[in-house]
Protein backbone atom coordinates (compact mmCIF):
# COMPACT_ATOMS: atom_id res chain seq x y z
CA UNK A 1 0.00 0.00 0.00
CA UNK A 2 3.10 2.43 0.91
CA UNK A 3 4.12 1.66 -2.31
CA UNK A 4 1.04 2.24 -4.24
CA UNK A 5 1.14 5.58 -2.30
CA UNK A 6 4.16 6.72 -3.54
CA UNK A 7 3.13 5.80 -7.18
CA UNK A 8 -0.11 7.75 -7.37
CA UNK A 9 2.40 10.97 -5.39
CA UNK A 10 4.76 10.87 -8.41
CA UNK A 11 1.79 10.02 -10.59
CA UNK A 12 -0.36 13.09 -9.02
CA UNK A 13 2.72 15.61 -9.23
CA UNK A 14 4.06 14.83 -12.28
CA UNK A 15 7.50 14.23 -11.25
CA UNK A 16 8.27 12.45 -14.15
CA UNK A 17 8.74 15.47 -16.06
CA UNK A 18 11.72 16.12 -13.88
CA UNK A 19 13.23 13.70 -15.70
CA UNK A 20 15.85 14.70 -18.79
CA UNK A 21 14.62 12.70 -21.72
CA UNK A 22 17.60 13.91 -23.91
CA UNK A 23 20.05 11.90 -21.32
CA UNK A 24 17.91 8.52 -21.85
CA UNK A 25 18.55 5.58 -23.73
CA UNK A 26 16.15 5.60 -26.76
CA UNK A 27 13.79 2.51 -25.45
CA UNK A 28 13.50 4.42 -22.29
CA UNK A 29 12.72 7.99 -23.66
CA UNK A 30 9.95 5.58 -26.01
CA UNK A 31 8.79 4.29 -22.50
CA UNK A 32 8.56 7.44 -21.12
CA UNK A 33 6.51 8.85 -24.14
CA UNK A 34 4.37 6.33 -24.66
CA UNK A 35 3.66 6.54 -20.96
CA UNK A 36 0.13 7.24 -19.55
CA UNK A 37 1.14 9.67 -17.25
CA UNK A 38 1.31 12.00 -19.67
CA UNK A 39 -2.36 11.77 -19.95
CA UNK A 40 -2.48 13.22 -16.44
CA UNK A 41 -2.39 17.52 -16.04
CA UNK A 42 0.97 18.97 -15.01
CA UNK A 43 -0.80 22.22 -14.05
CA UNK A 44 0.75 25.80 -13.36
CA UNK A 45 3.18 24.95 -10.46
CA UNK A 46 6.38 24.83 -10.98
CA UNK A 47 9.31 21.98 -11.21
CA UNK A 48 10.47 23.12 -8.17
CA UNK A 49 6.95 23.42 -6.01
CA UNK A 50 5.98 20.44 -7.40
CA UNK A 51 8.96 18.58 -6.73
CA UNK A 52 8.72 20.06 -2.44
CA UNK A 53 5.22 19.16 -2.67
CA UNK A 54 5.35 15.50 -3.48
CA UNK A 55 8.17 15.46 -0.71
CA UNK A 56 5.98 17.07 1.60
CA UNK A 57 3.29 14.67 0.95
CA UNK A 58 5.25 11.51 1.18
CA UNK A 59 6.77 12.12 4.89
CA UNK A 60 9.89 12.40 7.01
CA UNK A 61 12.51 10.52 5.03
CA UNK A 62 11.85 12.11 1.71
CA UNK A 63 11.67 15.35 3.39
CA UNK A 64 15.18 14.62 5.03
CA UNK A 65 16.11 13.99 1.23
CA UNK A 66 14.68 16.98 -0.14
CA UNK A 67 16.86 19.19 2.61
CA UNK A 68 19.89 17.34 2.01
CA UNK A 69 19.15 18.24 -1.94
CA UNK A 70 18.24 21.72 -0.77
CA UNK A 71 22.32 22.89 0.10
CA UNK A 72 23.53 21.41 -3.05
CA UNK A 73 22.67 24.46 -5.08
CA UNK A 74 25.87 23.16 -7.89
CA UNK A 75 24.11 20.68 -8.62
CA UNK A 76 20.32 21.89 -9.01
CA UNK A 77 18.07 24.61 -11.18
CA UNK A 78 18.17 27.48 -9.09
CA UNK A 79 13.66 27.28 -9.21
CA UNK A 80 14.01 23.94 -7.76
CA UNK A 81 16.92 24.66 -5.16
CA UNK A 82 14.79 27.43 -3.84
CA UNK A 83 11.56 25.48 -3.47
CA UNK A 84 13.62 22.67 -1.41
CA UNK A 85 15.12 25.39 0.65
CA UNK A 86 11.45 25.35 2.17
CA UNK A 87 12.05 21.88 3.33
CA UNK A 88 14.29 22.93 5.89
CA UNK A 89 11.69 24.69 7.99
CA UNK A 90 8.70 25.61 6.33
CA UNK A 91 7.14 22.45 5.94
CA UNK A 92 3.14 22.38 6.31
CA UNK A 93 2.45 22.35 10.52
CA UNK A 94 -0.03 20.40 12.80
CA UNK A 95 -2.67 22.30 14.19
CA UNK A 96 -2.05 23.54 17.55
CA UNK A 97 -4.22 22.32 19.91
CA UNK A 98 -3.21 19.20 18.96
CA UNK A 99 0.23 20.23 20.17
CA UNK A 100 -1.05 21.40 23.39
CA UNK A 101 -2.52 18.00 23.59
CA UNK A 102 0.61 16.77 23.31
CA UNK A 103 2.87 18.84 25.82
CA UNK A 104 0.04 17.68 28.54
CA UNK A 105 -0.07 14.69 27.86
CA UNK A 106 3.70 14.42 28.24
CA UNK A 107 4.29 16.44 30.62
CA UNK A 108 1.31 15.38 33.20
CA UNK A 109 0.17 18.78 33.85
CA UNK A 110 -1.37 21.92 32.45
CA UNK A 111 -0.24 24.35 30.14
CA UNK A 112 -0.35 26.73 32.63
CA UNK A 113 1.85 25.02 35.07
CA UNK A 114 4.44 24.30 33.27
CA UNK A 115 4.94 27.66 30.82
CA UNK A 116 3.68 31.78 31.54
CA UNK A 117 2.79 32.01 27.85
CA UNK A 118 2.56 29.41 25.04
CA UNK A 119 1.95 30.48 21.44
CA UNK A 120 -0.26 27.89 19.67
CA UNK A 121 1.28 29.18 16.14
CA UNK A 122 4.60 27.47 15.66
CA UNK A 123 7.96 29.34 15.25
CA UNK A 124 9.17 26.58 12.60
CA UNK A 125 7.94 23.25 11.31
CA UNK A 126 10.61 20.58 10.33
CA UNK A 127 9.34 16.79 8.92
CA UNK A 128 9.63 15.27 12.16
CA UNK A 129 8.96 18.15 14.97
CA UNK A 130 7.62 21.63 15.00
CA UNK A 131 8.88 24.44 17.45
CA UNK A 132 6.51 26.75 19.60
CA UNK A 133 7.87 29.95 21.38
CA UNK A 134 7.03 30.05 25.04
CA UNK A 135 8.00 31.81 28.55
CA UNK A 136 8.64 30.06 31.51
CA UNK A 137 7.32 31.73 35.09
CA UNK A 138 10.71 32.51 35.88
CA UNK A 139 10.80 35.27 32.70
CA UNK A 140 13.07 33.04 30.35
CA UNK A 141 12.01 33.02 26.89
CA UNK A 142 12.37 28.89 25.44
CA UNK A 143 11.33 27.55 22.40
CA UNK A 144 9.53 24.16 22.75
CA UNK A 145 10.25 21.00 20.41
CA UNK A 146 7.70 18.18 19.92
CA UNK A 147 7.25 15.74 17.95
CA UNK A 148 4.59 15.06 15.26
CA UNK A 149 1.85 12.92 16.33
CA UNK A 150 2.08 9.36 14.87
CA UNK A 151 4.91 10.18 13.15
CA UNK A 152 6.74 7.07 14.00
CA UNK A 153 3.77 4.74 12.08
CA UNK A 154 4.79 6.51 8.42
CA UNK A 155 8.50 6.36 8.99
CA UNK A 156 8.31 2.53 10.00
CA UNK A 157 6.33 1.74 7.03
CA UNK A 158 9.00 4.01 4.56
CA UNK A 159 12.01 2.12 6.08
CA UNK A 160 10.48 -1.46 5.47
CA UNK A 161 10.21 -0.49 1.70
CA UNK A 162 13.86 1.12 1.71
CA UNK A 163 14.82 -2.41 3.34
CA UNK A 164 12.86 -4.29 0.26
CA UNK A 165 14.64 -2.31 -2.27
CA UNK A 166 18.28 -3.01 -0.23
CA UNK A 167 17.42 -6.55 -0.39
CA UNK A 168 16.51 -6.64 -4.18
CA UNK A 169 19.65 -4.48 -4.57
CA UNK A 170 22.16 -6.91 -2.46
CA UNK A 171 21.52 -9.81 -4.81
CA UNK A 172 22.80 -7.76 -7.89
CA UNK A 173 26.39 -8.29 -7.89
CA UNK A 174 27.15 -4.27 -9.42
CA UNK A 175 25.34 -3.25 -6.55
CA UNK A 176 26.17 -5.79 -3.61
CA UNK A 177 29.37 -3.82 -2.86
CA UNK A 178 27.30 -0.54 -1.73
CA UNK A 179 26.25 -2.51 0.64
CA UNK A 180 22.75 -1.47 0.74
CA UNK A 181 21.61 -3.20 3.74
CA UNK A 182 24.07 -2.01 6.24
CA UNK A 183 23.67 1.44 4.87
CA UNK A 184 19.84 1.12 5.21
CA UNK A 185 20.43 -0.61 8.76
CA UNK A 186 22.27 2.68 10.41
CA UNK A 187 20.33 5.04 8.64
CA UNK A 188 17.15 3.67 10.39
CA UNK A 189 18.96 3.51 13.61
CA UNK A 190 19.86 7.40 13.28
CA UNK A 191 16.63 7.83 11.80
CA UNK A 192 15.06 6.68 14.73
CA UNK A 193 17.03 8.16 17.74
CA UNK A 194 15.49 11.78 16.32
CA UNK A 195 11.93 10.28 17.44
CA UNK A 196 13.13 10.25 21.22
CA UNK A 197 13.99 13.64 22.62
CA UNK A 198 15.75 12.66 25.47
CA UNK A 199 18.90 11.78 23.18
CA UNK A 200 18.60 14.87 21.17
CA UNK A 201 18.43 16.79 24.16
CA UNK A 202 21.83 14.66 25.44
CA UNK A 203 23.62 15.50 22.53
CA UNK A 204 22.63 19.01 22.65
CA UNK A 205 24.42 19.12 26.16
CA UNK A 206 27.44 17.00 25.55
CA UNK A 207 28.10 19.53 22.13
CA UNK A 208 27.59 22.57 24.11
CA UNK A 209 30.26 21.43 26.82
CA UNK A 210 32.65 20.39 23.85
CA UNK A 211 32.54 24.09 22.92
CA UNK A 212 32.13 25.54 26.34
CA UNK A 213 32.90 29.70 26.27
CA UNK A 214 33.90 29.09 22.22
CA UNK A 215 34.18 32.13 20.37
CA UNK A 216 33.29 30.47 16.91
CA UNK A 217 30.16 28.13 18.19
CA UNK A 218 27.00 28.26 20.88
CA UNK A 219 24.56 25.85 21.81
CA UNK A 220 21.58 26.68 23.50
CA UNK A 221 21.00 25.29 27.07
CA UNK A 222 18.45 22.62 28.03
CA UNK A 223 15.16 22.87 30.42
CA UNK A 224 15.83 19.32 31.85
CA UNK A 225 12.83 19.36 34.25
CA UNK A 226 10.23 19.77 31.40
CA UNK A 227 12.17 17.41 28.52
CA UNK A 228 10.68 14.16 27.92
CA UNK A 229 10.54 11.62 24.71
CA UNK A 230 8.20 13.86 22.74
CA UNK A 231 9.45 17.01 24.31
CA UNK A 232 12.02 19.04 25.08
CA UNK A 233 12.42 22.98 26.14
CA UNK A 234 15.25 24.76 24.95
CA UNK A 235 16.83 27.97 25.64
CA UNK A 236 15.30 30.47 22.97
CA UNK A 237 17.92 31.81 20.50
CA UNK A 238 18.12 35.50 18.22
CA UNK A 239 20.47 34.55 15.47
CA UNK A 240 20.53 35.40 11.78
CA UNK A 241 19.15 32.29 9.86
CA UNK A 242 23.20 31.19 8.13
CA UNK A 243 21.25 30.91 4.35
CA UNK A 244 19.57 34.32 4.82
CA UNK A 245 22.81 35.99 3.02
CA UNK A 246 21.05 39.62 2.92
CA UNK A 247 20.33 40.03 6.11
CA UNK A 248 24.02 38.84 7.00
CA UNK A 249 25.93 41.29 4.19
CA UNK A 250 23.25 43.93 6.12
CA UNK A 251 24.70 43.44 9.20
CA UNK A 252 28.43 43.45 7.84
CA UNK A 253 29.36 39.66 8.88
CA UNK A 254 32.22 39.07 7.61
CA UNK A 255 31.05 36.08 5.46
CA UNK A 256 34.94 34.86 4.05
CA UNK A 257 35.29 33.76 8.40
CA UNK A 258 32.19 32.75 8.64
CA UNK A 259 32.72 30.30 6.03
CA UNK A 260 36.42 29.03 7.70
CA UNK A 261 35.08 29.10 10.82
CA UNK A 262 32.36 26.50 8.85
CA UNK A 263 34.97 23.77 8.03
CA UNK A 264 37.29 24.57 11.28
CA UNK A 265 34.12 23.68 13.61
CA UNK A 266 33.35 20.56 11.68
CA UNK A 267 36.98 19.31 11.92
CA UNK A 268 37.17 19.68 15.40
CA UNK A 269 33.60 17.52 15.83
CA UNK A 270 35.43 15.00 13.91
CA UNK A 271 38.71 14.90 14.96
CA UNK A 272 38.99 16.62 18.75
CA UNK A 273 35.89 15.34 20.13
CA UNK A 274 34.58 12.38 18.01
CA UNK A 275 30.84 13.68 18.18
CA UNK A 276 29.41 15.82 15.39
CA UNK A 277 26.56 17.38 14.49
CA UNK A 278 25.25 15.29 11.13
CA UNK A 279 22.11 17.59 10.17
CA UNK A 280 23.86 20.78 9.29
CA UNK A 281 21.53 22.09 6.59
CA UNK A 282 20.86 25.58 6.71
CA UNK A 283 17.45 25.31 8.78
CA UNK A 284 19.31 24.15 11.93
CA UNK A 285 22.45 26.73 11.96
CA UNK A 286 22.20 30.31 13.03
CA UNK A 287 25.08 33.23 13.22
CA UNK A 288 24.68 35.92 16.06
CA UNK A 289 24.05 39.11 15.70
CA UNK A 290 26.53 40.30 18.31
CA UNK A 291 29.88 40.97 16.43
CA UNK A 292 29.48 40.51 12.71
CA UNK A 293 33.37 41.11 12.17
CA UNK A 294 34.11 37.80 14.32
CA UNK A 295 30.92 35.79 13.89
CA UNK A 296 29.56 32.81 15.99
CA UNK A 297 27.76 30.09 14.90
CA UNK A 298 24.58 28.94 16.79
CA UNK A 299 23.44 25.39 16.37
CA UNK A 300 20.33 23.36 17.45
CA UNK A 301 18.47 20.46 16.53
CA UNK A 302 20.91 17.89 17.44
CA UNK A 303 19.22 15.10 16.91
CA UNK A 304 21.20 13.08 14.45
CA UNK A 305 24.72 13.22 15.57
CA UNK A 306 28.10 11.03 14.45
CA UNK A 307 31.11 9.38 16.14
CA UNK A 308 33.83 6.96 14.13
CA UNK A 309 36.07 4.16 15.49
CA UNK A 310 39.82 5.74 16.65
CA UNK A 311 40.98 2.97 13.98
CA UNK A 312 38.61 4.99 11.23
CA UNK A 313 39.71 8.04 13.13
CA UNK A 314 42.77 7.69 11.73
CA UNK A 315 42.63 6.17 9.08
CA UNK A 316 40.23 9.43 8.12
CA UNK A 317 42.70 11.79 8.96
CA UNK A 318 45.53 9.98 7.46
CA UNK A 319 43.89 9.73 4.04
CA UNK A 320 43.01 13.36 4.36
CA UNK A 321 46.55 14.10 4.89
CA UNK A 322 47.89 12.55 2.25
CA UNK A 323 45.36 14.03 0.28
CA UNK A 324 46.51 17.63 0.69
CA UNK A 325 49.61 16.68 0.01
CA UNK A 326 49.08 15.12 -3.05
CA UNK A 327 50.19 11.52 -2.55
CA UNK A 328 47.87 9.30 -3.90
CA UNK A 329 50.03 6.16 -3.25
CA UNK A 330 49.59 6.58 0.32
CA UNK A 331 45.95 7.14 0.01
CA UNK A 332 45.58 4.00 -2.12
CA UNK A 333 47.76 2.27 0.43
CA UNK A 334 45.76 3.38 3.18
CA UNK A 335 42.43 2.15 1.56
CA UNK A 336 43.74 -1.63 1.08
CA UNK A 337 45.48 -1.27 4.80
CA UNK A 338 41.99 -0.09 6.21
CA UNK A 339 40.02 -3.02 4.07
CA UNK A 340 38.19 -0.57 2.57
CA UNK A 341 39.48 -2.42 -0.85
CA UNK A 342 40.66 -6.18 -1.40
CA UNK A 343 44.08 -6.82 -0.39
CA UNK A 344 45.22 -7.61 -4.10
CA UNK A 345 44.28 -4.12 -5.39
CA UNK A 346 47.69 -2.91 -7.06
CA UNK A 347 48.09 0.47 -4.82
CA UNK A 348 50.00 2.03 -7.90
CA UNK A 349 46.87 1.36 -10.32
CA UNK A 350 44.21 2.54 -7.57
CA UNK A 351 46.72 5.60 -7.24
CA UNK A 352 46.59 6.58 -10.73
CA UNK A 353 42.95 6.24 -10.74
CA UNK A 354 42.44 8.73 -7.63
CA UNK A 355 44.98 10.47 -8.90
CA UNK A 356 43.27 11.29 -11.88
CA UNK A 357 39.65 12.19 -10.39
CA UNK A 358 41.30 14.48 -8.16
CA UNK A 359 44.15 16.21 -9.32
CA UNK A 360 41.75 18.94 -11.10
CA UNK A 361 39.88 19.99 -7.96
CA UNK A 362 43.27 20.74 -5.92
CA UNK A 363 44.07 24.59 -5.25
CA UNK A 364 40.90 25.33 -6.51
CA UNK A 365 37.97 27.45 -4.95
CA UNK A 366 34.92 25.71 -4.41
CA UNK A 367 33.05 28.06 -6.95
CA UNK A 368 35.27 26.43 -9.77
CA UNK A 369 34.80 22.82 -8.41
CA UNK A 370 31.88 20.92 -10.11
CA UNK A 371 31.66 18.38 -7.17
CA UNK A 372 28.90 16.48 -9.10
CA UNK A 373 31.63 14.95 -11.77
CA UNK A 374 34.25 14.56 -8.84
CA UNK A 375 32.13 12.44 -6.94
CA UNK A 376 30.88 10.63 -10.36
CA UNK A 377 34.33 9.94 -11.10
CA UNK A 378 34.95 8.84 -7.62
CA UNK A 379 32.28 6.15 -8.13
CA UNK A 380 33.42 5.12 -11.34
CA UNK A 381 37.14 4.10 -9.69
CA UNK A 382 35.59 2.67 -6.52
CA UNK A 383 33.38 0.41 -8.97
CA UNK A 384 36.08 -0.52 -11.00
CA UNK A 385 38.21 -1.55 -7.73
CA UNK A 386 35.71 -2.95 -6.03
CA UNK A 387 35.56 -0.89 -3.22
CA UNK A 388 32.45 -1.48 -0.89
CA UNK A 389 31.09 1.30 0.95
CA UNK A 390 31.34 1.62 4.71
CA UNK A 391 28.45 2.15 6.14
CA UNK A 392 29.74 4.07 9.32
CA UNK A 393 31.14 6.77 7.33
CA UNK A 394 27.68 7.07 5.62
CA UNK A 395 26.33 10.27 7.98
CA UNK A 396 30.12 11.77 7.83
CA UNK A 397 29.98 11.90 4.08
CA UNK A 398 26.26 13.21 4.21
CA UNK A 399 27.21 15.67 6.54
CA UNK A 400 30.54 16.83 4.57
CA UNK A 401 28.54 17.30 1.66
CA UNK A 402 26.33 19.79 3.86
CA UNK A 403 29.13 21.43 4.50
CA UNK A 404 30.48 21.86 1.22
CA UNK A 405 26.81 23.28 0.10
CA UNK A 406 26.88 25.91 3.06
CA UNK A 407 30.04 27.05 2.40
CA UNK A 408 29.23 27.31 -1.42
CA UNK A 409 26.38 29.88 -0.18
CA UNK A 410 28.46 31.40 2.29
CA UNK A 411 32.08 32.86 0.56
CA UNK A 412 32.61 30.82 -3.32
CA UNK A 413 36.02 31.60 -3.38
CA UNK A 414 37.00 29.66 0.07
CA UNK A 415 39.69 27.35 -0.72
CA UNK A 416 38.30 24.64 1.80
CA UNK A 417 42.15 22.26 1.11
CA UNK A 418 43.92 25.85 2.65
CA UNK A 419 41.54 25.89 5.37
CA UNK A 420 41.44 22.57 6.65
CA UNK A 421 45.09 21.31 6.03
CA UNK A 422 46.89 23.22 8.80
CA UNK A 423 44.40 21.43 11.06
CA UNK A 424 44.54 18.44 10.56
CA UNK A 425 48.40 18.62 10.92
CA UNK A 426 48.11 20.16 13.84
CA UNK A 427 45.61 17.39 15.20
CA UNK A 428 47.99 14.88 13.43
CA UNK A 429 50.99 16.32 15.15
CA UNK A 430 49.42 16.42 19.02
CA UNK A 431 47.65 13.36 18.44
CA UNK A 432 51.18 11.30 17.24
CA UNK A 433 53.43 13.74 19.79
CA UNK A 434 54.41 13.55 23.66
CA UNK A 435 51.40 15.61 24.15
CA UNK A 436 49.22 12.99 22.57
CA UNK A 437 51.08 10.42 24.36
CA UNK A 438 50.62 11.76 27.92
CA UNK A 439 47.32 12.45 27.36
CA UNK A 440 46.84 9.00 26.23
CA UNK A 441 48.54 7.72 29.27
CA UNK A 442 46.48 10.12 31.85
CA UNK A 443 42.91 8.69 30.14
CA UNK A 444 44.93 4.93 31.01
CA UNK A 445 45.84 5.86 34.57
CA UNK A 446 42.76 4.45 36.51
CA UNK A 447 42.29 1.67 34.90
CA UNK A 448 46.28 1.24 35.20
CA UNK A 449 46.37 1.65 38.67
CA UNK A 450 43.53 -0.68 39.30
CA UNK A 451 45.40 -3.53 38.17
CA UNK A 452 48.88 -2.27 39.05
CA UNK A 453 48.04 -4.34 42.46
CA UNK A 454 47.22 -7.37 40.20
CA UNK A 455 50.30 -7.33 38.14
CA UNK A 456 52.40 -10.10 40.09
CA UNK A 457 49.56 -12.16 40.38
CA UNK A 458 49.03 -12.30 36.60
CA UNK A 459 52.22 -12.51 36.03
CA UNK A 460 52.48 -15.69 37.67
CA UNK A 461 49.33 -16.72 36.22
CA UNK A 462 51.09 -16.05 32.76
CA UNK A 463 54.17 -17.86 33.42
CA UNK A 464 52.29 -20.69 34.72
CA UNK A 465 50.42 -20.74 31.77
CA UNK A 466 53.70 -20.60 29.46
CA UNK A 467 55.10 -23.45 31.41
CA UNK A 468 52.48 -25.70 30.94
CA UNK A 469 52.35 -24.76 27.04
CA UNK A 470 55.53 -25.49 26.81
CA UNK A 471 54.95 -29.39 28.78
CA UNK A 472 52.25 -29.99 26.54
CA UNK A 473 54.12 -29.35 23.03
CA UNK A 474 56.89 -31.35 24.48
CA UNK A 475 54.45 -33.99 25.27
CA UNK A 476 52.80 -33.40 21.74
CA UNK A 477 56.56 -34.07 20.36
CA UNK A 478 57.48 -36.79 21.72
CA UNK A 479 54.21 -38.53 20.44
CA UNK A 480 55.00 -37.37 17.05
CA UNK A 481 58.43 -39.32 17.54
CA UNK A 482 56.55 -42.00 18.78
CA UNK A 483 54.03 -42.13 15.75
CA UNK A 484 57.05 -41.68 13.59
CA UNK A 485 59.05 -44.67 14.42
CA UNK A 486 56.14 -46.84 14.41
CA UNK A 487 54.98 -45.46 11.50
CA UNK A 488 58.75 -46.67 10.22
CA UNK A 489 58.67 -49.81 11.62
CA UNK A 490 55.57 -51.09 9.93
CA UNK A 491 56.71 -49.82 6.25
CA UNK A 492 59.91 -52.28 6.84
CA UNK A 493 57.85 -55.11 8.42
CA UNK A 494 55.16 -54.82 5.16
CA UNK A 495 58.66 -54.34 2.88
CA UNK A 496 59.80 -57.56 4.09
CA UNK A 497 56.64 -59.11 4.16
CA UNK A 498 56.41 -58.56 0.53
CA UNK A 499 59.72 -59.52 -0.45
CA UNK A 500 59.14 -62.60 1.49
CA UNK A 501 55.99 -63.09 -0.87
CA UNK A 502 58.21 -62.11 -4.05
CA UNK A 503 61.20 -64.37 -3.33
CA UNK A 504 58.68 -67.60 -1.96
CA UNK A 505 56.80 -67.20 -5.16
CA UNK A 506 60.40 -67.10 -7.46
CA UNK A 507 61.15 -70.87 -5.23
CA UNK A 508 58.07 -72.17 -6.46
CA UNK A 509 58.21 -71.03 -10.13
CA UNK A 510 62.03 -71.56 -10.02
CA UNK A 511 62.02 -74.86 -12.92
CA UNK A 512 59.53 -73.15 -15.37
CA UNK A 513 61.25 -70.24 -15.49
CA UNK A 514 64.31 -71.63 -16.26
CA UNK A 515 63.02 -74.01 -19.01
CA UNK A 516 61.21 -71.04 -20.41
CA UNK A 517 64.29 -68.74 -20.33
CA UNK A 518 66.15 -71.20 -22.09
CA UNK A 519 63.84 -71.07 -24.83
CA UNK A 520 64.25 -66.88 -25.17
CA UNK A 521 66.33 -64.33 -26.56
CA UNK A 522 68.51 -62.69 -24.05
CA UNK A 523 66.97 -59.34 -24.41
CA UNK A 524 63.62 -60.81 -23.22
CA UNK A 525 65.57 -62.76 -20.32
CA UNK A 526 67.35 -59.40 -19.43
CA UNK A 527 64.03 -57.39 -18.89
CA UNK A 528 62.19 -60.06 -17.23
CA UNK A 529 65.43 -59.43 -14.48
CA UNK A 530 65.11 -56.02 -14.40
CA UNK A 531 61.49 -56.30 -14.07
CA UNK A 532 61.59 -58.84 -11.18
CA UNK A 533 64.26 -56.61 -9.66
CA UNK A 534 62.45 -53.77 -9.63
CA UNK A 535 59.26 -55.36 -7.67
CA UNK A 536 61.80 -56.48 -4.94
CA UNK A 537 62.93 -52.80 -4.67
CA UNK A 538 59.61 -51.23 -4.36
Known amino acids: MRLLRILWVITRFRLDTLIPLERLPWWLRLAFRLSPLRLVPIGSRSHGERLRLALEALGPIFVKFGQMLSTRRDLLPPDIADELKRLQDQVPPFPGDAAVALV ?31 RLHGGEDVVVKII ?27 ARRLRPVEVVRDYEATLFDELDLHKEAANTSQLKRNFKDSPILYVPAIHWSLTRT ?16 GALEAQGTDLKKLAERGVEIFFTQVFRDNFFHADMHPGNIFVARDNPLDPQYIAIDCGIVGSL ?24 ALHIESGWVAEDTRANEFAAAIRAVCEPILEKPLKDISFGQ ?49 YLERWMKERAGPSGLWESLKRQAPELTRQLPELPVLAHQALSRAELERQQRRRQAESLVGM ?24 LAWQPLLNWAAQQPWPVVVAAALGVLLLAWH
Open 484 to 507: RRQLIASSHGARRLRLGALLLAAA
Open 230 to 245: RVMVQERIHGVPVADL
Open 309 to 332: TREDQDYLARNLLAFFHQDYYEVA
Open 374 to 422: VLLGLFQTARRFNMEVQPQLVLLQKTLLNIEGLGRQLYPDLDLWSTAKP
Open 104 to 134: EDELEMSLAEAFASFDTTPLASASIAQVHAA
Open 148 to 174: RPAIDRVMRQDMALMYRVARVLARVPE
